[in-house]
């Protein structure tokens, strides 16, 4: 059974380096390369998550250009000070 500390480890991504000796150009490149793949299945995700809440459709473009209903401005309402 998994606890609260392991779920969570499980949703946040990590690119170990405790292998490697950044000081050396070649563990550097590995470091490069383990925190570019990090961030390319990151970005897939996300793209996938907007896609399924029809945000953005298969090429990435957005479904709608309208804002919703709750981010438009008031119309004709005015805020009296003092």
């Known amino acids: 059974m998994q606890g609260p500390v392991d779920a ?3 949703v946040i991504p990590s690119a ?3 292998d ?3 000081d ?3 563990d550097e490149e590995e470091w490069e390369r383990r925190v570019m793949a990090l961030a390319a299945e ?3 995700a996300e793209r ?3 896609e399924r809440m029809g945000i953005i459709d298969a090429n ?3 479904v709608s250009r309208e804002l919703p209903a709750d981010m438009l ?3 004709e309402t005015t805020v009296e000070t003092g």
């Open 48 to 50: 996938v998550r907007l």
């Open 24 to 26: 050396r150009p070649e």
């Open 16 to 18: 170990p380096f405790d």
């Open 42 to 44: 990151r970005i897939a």
């Open 60 to 62: 990435g473009e957005l």
């Open 8 to 10: 969570a480890a499980a």
């Open 20 to 22: 490697l000796d950044l």
């Open 73 to 75: 401005p008031e119309s």
